[in-house]
């Protein structure tokens, strides 16, 4: 079960990369890696300029998570 630390945390996510409809991955994310490094995570998209994302700040998180998330970052 979700604590609601979890829950904010995933919501503010989805908001900050104007991304509600992924809600459930991103706490998806909150349960399995840590805040601090899903918070550095944030930090570098929300630093790139929007002339240089592909599709979406929320594509470009996932795919950040994805590819970065297995070098220690897991919850376990």
């Known amino acids: ?9 995933a919501r503010e ?3 900050a ?3 509600m409809d992924s809600l459930a ?3 998806g994310f909150v349960q399995k890696y840590s805040e601090s490094f899903l ?3 944030l930090q570098k998209v929300l630093s ?8 979406t700040r929320g ?3 996932t795919y950040l998570v994805n590819q970065n998330g297995y070098r220690n970052n897991s919850r376990d």
């Open 1 to 9: 079960m979700a604590s609601s630390k979890e829950e904010k945390l």
């Open 13 to 15: 996510l989805a908001d």
């Open 17 to 19: 990369l104007n991304d």
């Open 25 to 27: 991955a991103y706490f």
């Open 39 to 41: 918070r550095k995570t």
């Open 48 to 55: 790139v300029p929007e002339d240089q994302i592909r599709k």
């Open 59 to 61: 594509a470009l998180f």
